[in-house]
């Protein structure tokens, strides 16, 4: 729906990144734009100040709506999937996975510093979804995963 002249729109803006690189420190805002509570726009702004870094402790990068599907073929894929600590199903749910099912993850991640390549923690939560073939999303579980002193993601 296009926006009208004299529309009252509303935002909010959040720090949703601030790392080192070698250059300098990276900043990113992210800004959602709201008519009438509805989200019409979402803007990414990042900035490189050169020769400034940022002290670790204070490093985080933040993540949100990461999605990715993947197929479990086979028993044998949905049982380690079952066996990962940090896969939970909804206690509610009568779905339970079976083979040749497309499942979609939607998680929201953020990445704490120890130094510039390794990370004191990190914390993923999300959805588990089965996606049909007709599309539709059956919400069958969730991701809970916090990890500490990373190097790389684990």
Not at 27 to 48: E, N, Y
Not at 77 to 105: C, G
Not at 111 to 136: E, M, W
Request: aromatic fraction near 10%.
């Amino acid at each position: 729906q296009m926006l009208s002249v004299g529309e009252v729109l509303t935002g909010t803006a959040s720090i949703t990144s601030m790392y080192n690189l070698p250059a300098g420190k990276v900043m990113t805002v992210t800004s959602v734009i709201r008519c009438q509570g509805v989200p019409v726009a979402t803007l990414v702004s990042s900035t490189l100040a050169r020769g400034y870094y940022v002290g670790q402790p204070a490093a985080f990068q933040r993540v949100s709506g990461q999605q990715m599907s993947i197929m479990l073929y086979s028993e044998e894929d949905i049982a380690i999937l079952e066996s990962k600590q940090w896969f939970y199903y909804h206690e509610d749910t009568a779905t339970r996975l079976q083979p040749n099912v497309m499942i979609e993850f939607c998680l929201d991640s953020e990445y704490r510093y120890l130094t510039d390549t390794a990370f004191s923690t990190i914390v993923t939560k999300g959805s588990v979804a089965i996606k049909s073939r007709t599309g539709k999303r059956i919400d069958v579980g969730t991701v809970d995963f916090q990890w500490s002193a990373a190097k790389g993601n684990p």
